[in-house]
């Protein structure tokens, strides 16, 4: 089976058997969209869901968010043959990974969960929020879905805290 690994900002669709796209999250949202008729799925992995009213965002910097993220792959999948009336959404992400960063997961998966209330798509299955990343397969011949809780996270190693200097001026 072909693996395709998405990462925040991507989408991908597939249109043929065999494939795999496969996504980690944390307070990310992956929706995984599936038309069973036409056989065509796809997946996007966006950071947060919208900019706020007056934040100016630049062309490249909206890749970051799910208002545009969707519109990419809803279309991205109508071009493939999909029809817009058969999509179902699955939802994965949203989690609370460190606690002091606040809601940002829970706010992201309310908006995936408005956005496809508002485009009439129906959800199939969500696994939001929680405290643990989740990495996501999806498999969009069969529209079937794995999500698995990741629990040991790699972690950057922490950068040893040097002693301030005193008395010298360093020129850069």
């Not at 959800?123 to 939001?128: A, F, P, T, W």
């Not at 929680?130 to 990741?150: C, H, M, N, S, Y």
Request: charged share 20%.
């Amino acid at each position: 089976m072909r693996i395709i690994s998405i990462v925040q900002g991507e989408q991908s669709v597939v249109t043929e058997p065999d494939v795999m796209i496969s996504t980690l999250l944390g307070s990310c949202i992956a929706v995984c969209l599936h038309d069973g008729i036409a056989r065509i799925g796809g997946m996007n992995h966006f950071l947060l869901g919208e900019p706020g009213a007056d934040q100016q965002v630049s062309p490249q910097d909206m890749q970051r968010y799910g208002i545009h993220s969707m519109e990419l792959l809803i279309n991205g999948m109508m071009r493939a043959g999909a029809s817009r009336s058969r999509l179902r959404a699955h939802i994965y992400g949203g989690a609370t990974i460190i606690a002091g960063l606040g809601d940002i997961g829970a706010k992201n998966a309310a908006f995936a969960d408005r956005f496809m209330a508002t485009e009439g798509i129906a959800i199939g299955h969500r696994d939001v929020c929680g405290t643990q990343p989740l990495k996501v397969e999806f498999i969009p011949w069969d529209g079937k879905v794995r999500a698995k809780r990741v629990k040991d996270v790699p972690q950057a190693p922490a950068r040893p805290v040097l002693p301030p200097r005193t008395g010298e001026v360093e020129l850069f």
